[in-house]
């Protein structure tokens, strides 16, 4: 979904996510553990989009996709930094939590060049 240009952009993210979450059986699951899984993915989008807003020109695109019990989350930004882990003593009232909580609970996370900025992925495996 594209996302530059539309107010409230993290929760209209949150929300479109959740709505692909419950088409694909995630968000209203029987299982626990899969309903869980899916809360954490309306987490990470919410960090992910904010830190683009916050660190480059703003979220440009938001894409996930399913594959064996597997969900991606990226998104695309124009800027020339990357996230990176801050120390947790490093950490305060200007910020440096994000990251440390996609790392804490995603199955791993990276960044790809794109264009003229990046995409930032996260993985997150459910049962």
Request: glycine share 12%; aromatic share 4%; with cysteine.
């Amino acid at each position: 979904m594209h996302l530059e240009g539309r107010p409230a952009v993290v929760r209209y993210a949150r929300e479109a996510i959740q709505h692909e979450l419950d088409t694909l059986g995630l968000g209203d699951a029987d299982d626990e553990a899969v309903r869980e899984c899916a809360e954490v993915v309306l987490l990470i989008v919410s960090e992910l989009v904010t830190n683009a807003c916050r660190h480059s020109p703003g979220p440009v695109d938001l894409r996930i996709r399913w594959n064996d019990h597997v969900l991606t989350v990226e998104v695309d930004d124009r800027g020339k930094g990357v996230p990176v882990l801050v120390d947790e003593e490093d950490r305060g009232a200007g910020g440096g939590f994000g990251m440390g909580l996609i790392d804490a609970l995603a199955d791993g996370w990276g960044v790809k060049p794109q264009g003229e900025g990046k995409t930032v992925y996260v993985r997150i495996a459910f049962p």
